[in-house]
């Protein structure tokens, strides 16, 4: 039901800013997060923005590089992410959840309502 955009092949240093909304439904009363997931690892929390847009949480290896942004008007999601790594290569997922961000001992948990279909983020050294 989320649509996720603006994955692509960039270079070790290099800037991405990926994108995710629906039509489906309002975001106003939703959690809104990234995950990102490599094959044969867990899906795991990149970024997470509370309902207000108040509270952020981030993955510690992202902190600094990575920046996550809601607007309510145009009913969207942002990961815009800098300095971008190899091991940043994954799928990015973004997730909607009510009514809040689930985190605990620092980890973004992959429990949301809602999934987007992936975008593939692919990061050259």
């Known amino acids: 039901q989320l649509q996720a955009s603006g994955g692509g092949l960039v270079q070790a240093g290099g800037t991405l800013r990926l994108s995710c909304g629906t039509s489906a439904f309002s975001f106003e009363n939703y959690a809104l997060s990234w995950f990102r997931q490599v094959p044969g690892k867990e899906r795991e929390g990149v970024a997470c923005i509370s309902m207000s847009g108040r509270n952020r949480y981030y993955l510690d290896s992202v902190k600094g590089r990575f920046t996550i942004s809601r607007d309510n008007a145009e009913n969207a999601v942002y990961l815009e992410m800098n300095n971008l790594k190899p091991d940043d290569t994954a799928v990015y997922y973004c997730?909607?959840?009510?009514?809040?961000?689930?985190?605990?001992?620092?980890?973004?948990?992959?429990?949301?309502?809602?999934w987007g279909q992936g975008t593939q983020v692919t990061v050259s050294s």
């Open positions: 997730g909607a959840r009510y009514p809040g961000c689930t985190v605990r001992s620092g980890v973004i948990v992959a429990d949301v309502d809602y």
